[in-house]
Each structure stands twice: as structure tokens, then as C-alpha cells.
């Protein structure tokens, strides 16, 4: 079995040695490709290639300089994709690499499978989170967790697919790509952790820019 694992990071130099740490370590065994697609002004490029190098981590690691976005990189990141398998997970250890094999396991009957975070937030985020849901499910027609960091899938059906949003519902359209060809999505309930080191991307006006850009996506205006 053979696992790509994409890795958007965008100024992530105080969480990325430990996330490849964390990751060889769950993975141990397992033959793996972290592909980085890195959007940094600060050093995470060079701390990953030289971890890489170190540890004997197979990688692909793309230090992109006027292009910025999570799903602009996670795009970039599909185009390197050559293992059976992907995987696509934030770097800031949020999400735990431990989950990855038993999603991976789902894959025998799924072509997608989505982490589904069980939920400690504050009651505030809970009731932006529900709404966040019911608006997608009146658009899309589906009620699931998009917005969770860490999903696995078949390369395969990925083959010609490229995303057109740029920013943060890219996760959106991947799923709807899923969900409208009728290919089989699971759902792994996971525990996900605060950001323990760096800073957040999310700025105050990305709740606004989302819903353009969802609005954006269902009229496939991109
Ligand atoms: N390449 C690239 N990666 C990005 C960009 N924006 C965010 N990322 C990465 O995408 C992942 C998720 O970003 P976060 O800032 O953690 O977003 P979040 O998890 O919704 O927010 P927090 O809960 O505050 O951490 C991280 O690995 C980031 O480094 C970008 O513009 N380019
Ligand atoms: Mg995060």
C-alpha cells in the first residue's frame, strides 16, 4: 500500500518538525510520501526538507512564492498525487496523523472518508458550525463535517479533477465532486486538538469570504 499524503503549510515553522515527527512515527512501516505544498515566508520549507532528508521521509516539497491559499495548494498538491491513496492533512497538529491508517482501512468501501470532528467548542462556534452546515445543505444537498482538516480518498477517481476554488471551501467542492458522481463517502469520528504552537490563517472576515465564495461555487462561477 502506497499513501501520499498532501500538507498545505503556510508559515508553519513552529509546528512542522513536530507534525513530520508525529507522522513517521504513525506511519512506521508504511510506505508514504509527504507532499508539502508551502506558501511560507518563514523557514517551514528548509525545516522540512532537511527533516525529510534526515529521517528518510520520501517527499515532494513545493515552496510556491506568488501563489497563497489552502485550496489553491491542496490543487498543486493533487497534481503530484501517484500512490493509490491520498490523504490531505493540516500541519499544525490539530489533527492527529494516528487517524490515518484506520481511515485508510474504510477505503475498502469507500472512495472518500471524512474525520468528523465530536465537538468541544464553545457555544458560539457550535451554533456558527450548525448554521454553517444547514447553509451547505440547503445548497449542496449534503450534512456532513466539510470543514474537518484530515480526509483520505481513492487517487483514482481524482484523476481529471482539478479544484477551481482557491481559498477555504475548496473542501467543499472536493466533497461535492465525491457526492455528485455518486461515489461511496464514509465518516471517521475523530477527537481534534487546539493549535498548540503558530497562528491561526483564519482572519474575522473569512466567515464572510466563504459564504461568497460558496454562493460562488453553487453557481460554478469560478
Ligand atoms: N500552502 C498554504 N497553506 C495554507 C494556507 N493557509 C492555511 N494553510 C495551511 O492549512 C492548514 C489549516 O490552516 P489553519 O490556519 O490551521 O486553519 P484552521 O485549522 O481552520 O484554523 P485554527 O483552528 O485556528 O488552526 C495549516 O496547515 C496551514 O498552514 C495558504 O495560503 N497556503
Ligand atoms: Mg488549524
Known amino acids: 500500500m502506497k499513501l501520499d499524503i498532501i500538507v498545505p503549510t503556510f508559515n508553519e515553522s513552529e509546528s512542522i518538525v513536530e507534525f513530520l515527527k508525529v507522522l513517521k512515527e504513525e506511519l512506521k512501516g508504511i510506505d508514504f510520501r509527504a507532499i508539502i505544498i508551502d506558501d511560507s515566508a518563514d523557514n517551514t520549507c528548509e525545516l522540512a526538507k532537511k527533516y525529510c532528508k534526515n529521517n528518510k521521509i520520501k517527499n515532494k516539497i513545493i515552496h510556491r512564492i506568488n501563489e497563497k491559499g489552502k485550496g489553491s495548494a ?82 483514482k477517481p481524482l484523476k481529471n479533477f482539478e479544484l477551481r476554488s482557491k481559498n477555504w471551501v475548496f473542501d467543499i467542492e472536493l466533497i461535492r465532486y465525491f457526492f455528485n458522481n455518486k461515489l461511496n463517502i464514509g465518516f471517521y469520528k475523530i477527537n481534534y486538538n487546539t493549535r498548540k504552537h503558530g ?13 461568497v465564495d460558496i454562493i460562488i461555487l453553487k453557481l460554478n462561477f469560478f
Open 74 to 155: 491542496v490543487n498543486t498538491g493533487l497534481k503530484e498525487l501517484n500512490a493509490e491513496y491520498g490523504v490531505i492533512i493540516d500541519a499544525d497538529l490539530e489533527y492527529h496523523p494516528k487517524y490515518i491508517l484506520p481511515m485508510i482501512k474504510l477505503l475498502n468501501k469507500n472512495d472518500l472518508v471524512l474525520s468528523t470532528r465530536l465537538r468541544r467548542d464553545p457555544v458560539y462556534r457550535k451554533l456558527l458550525g450548525y448554521f454553517f452546515k444547514q447553509f451547505v445543505n440547503l445548497l449542496f444537498g449534503f450534512n456532513f463535517d466539510t470543514q474537518s482538516g484530515l480526509k483520505v480518498f481513492k487517487t
Open 199 to 211: 497562528k491561526s490563517k483564519i482572519k474575522l472576515f473569512t466567515p464572510f469570504q466563504m459564504f
